[in-house]
């Protein structure tokens, strides 16, 4: 796990204030499609994993950080605003974190749909709680790039995630353009 949140650790520790994650994840329906960028409300954990498990450095944060806002609402605002600016469509949701490679079973799916999980990946989660317990502000945007397992007729492949992945390259430069100088200066 601490190579894992290394990067966003250095870049905090460097005076990064605001961290942007960005992932590739499955869509569990609920409106959401290969294509789309959704905002990360909040997240579910379904690992057993956490960066902050072991001793506490008390100079990156607090033993027991508070987590009630991993994805600050001032940042998804400004999302919001920015996605407009940009006619680019971002819906909202809440991302699971599994640990894969393997994408996930159709079981697994209807327990993370069952839980209140809109988005399924491997990845942003343990550099969200490490950001939040260095007390850094953080923004989650998601690429839903396939639907999840059971969701679809045809078999999951990586090859549809890159491909799906380049076909939004536009929309999502587009959102970060508009979106990052609303970010400079904005802490």
């Not at 956490?50 to 506490?56: D, K, V």
């Not at 399924?120 to 998601?142: C, K, Q, Y």
């Not at 995630?161 to 979106?179: M, S, Y």
């Amino acid at each position: 796990m601490h190579e894992i949140v290394f990067g966003v650790r250095a870049a905090i520790s460097a005076g990064c204030g605001i961290v942007v994650l960005t992932n590739a994840a499955g869509g569990l329906g609920k409106g959401l499609g290969p294509g789309d960028l959704v905002l990360i409300t909040d997240h579910l954990n379904l690992t057993g994993r956490n960066p902050l498990i072991g001793e506490n450095d008390p100079r990156l944060g607090p033993r027991f950080p508070d987590l009630s806002e991993v994805y600050s609402m001032r940042l998804r605002d400004l999302a919001r605003q920015a996605a407009a600016d940009a006619r680019v469509a971002l819906a909202e949701g809440v991302y699971a974190w599994m640990t894969g490679p393997s994408y996930e079973t159709p079981a697994e799916i209807r327990m993370v749909a069952t839980l209140g999980g809109d988005l399924v990946g491997m990845s942003t989660v343990p550099e969200a709680i490490a950001a939040r317990h260095m007390g850094a502000e953080v923004l989650g945007i998601s690429l839903v790039t396939n639907l999840a397992a059971g969701l679809s007729s045809q078999p999951l492949t990586h090859e549809e995630v890159t491909r799906t992945a380049e076909e939004a390259r536009d929309r999502f430069t587009r959102l970060l353009d508009a979106l990052l100088p609303r970010l400079t200066g904005s802490r």
